[in-house]
């Protein structure tokens, strides 16, 4: 069965903008709830190590620098079938394709700066979710 939980982080775009409670809001309007949360500065070794999957990409390197242009607020939320429906409400990667009342419409910048993530899978989210929380943050 699908998992309850998944992570998210508002990227710096969208935390710089102050727009973290409207983002926030929408999610819990929407069935969320927050479980854990933290606000941090990511290093290059973080987030290089966080987007490894991406290293091959052409746009590697401009993903590392904007996620460590500024603060970011990673989170844990819960959910029925959490990374599904995380993904629904956070909408396309491009915000130009993405679905109307979704975050990224919303709030979205451009394809790279586009103030959510969202994990993709029930394993990724649990790995992420590792990444940044200690395992007493994650006893729910
Ligand atoms: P996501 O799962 O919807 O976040 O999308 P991906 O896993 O494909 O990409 C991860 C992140 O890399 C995206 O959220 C963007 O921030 C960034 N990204 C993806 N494609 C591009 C691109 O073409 N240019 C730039 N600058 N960043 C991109």
């Known amino acids: 069965m699908a998992g309850k939980h998944t992570l998210t ?3 710096p775009d969208a935390f710089g903008a102050a727009k973290a409670g409207n983002i926030i809001a929408l999610l819990e309007a929407r069935g969320f709830r927050v479980r854990a949360a933290r606000v941090m500065h990511l ?3 973080q987030a290089g190590e966080f987007y490894a999957v991406h290293r091959e990409r052409p746009f590697y390197g401009e993903l590392v620098d904007f996620m460590t242009s500024g603060a970011c607020m990673p989170m844990v939320l819960e ?5 599904v429906a995380l993904r629904d409400a956070i909408g396309a990667t491009d915000p130009a394709e993405a679905a109307a009342g979704t975050v990224r419409k919303l709030y979205a910048e ?3 700066r586009n ?3 969202a994990s993709d899978s029930d394993d990724n ?3 992420e979710a590792r990444f ?3 395992e ?5």
């Open 9 to 11: 982080i508002i990227k």
């Open 43 to 45: 290093t290059k070794q």
């Open 79 to 83: 959910k029925p079938n959490a990374v």
């Open 110 to 112: 451009s394809k790279g």
């Open 115 to 117: 103030a959510i993530h």
């Open 125 to 127: 989210a649990g790995r």
């Open 132 to 134: 940044f929380f200690a």
């Open 136 to 140: 007493t943050d994650l006893i729910y």
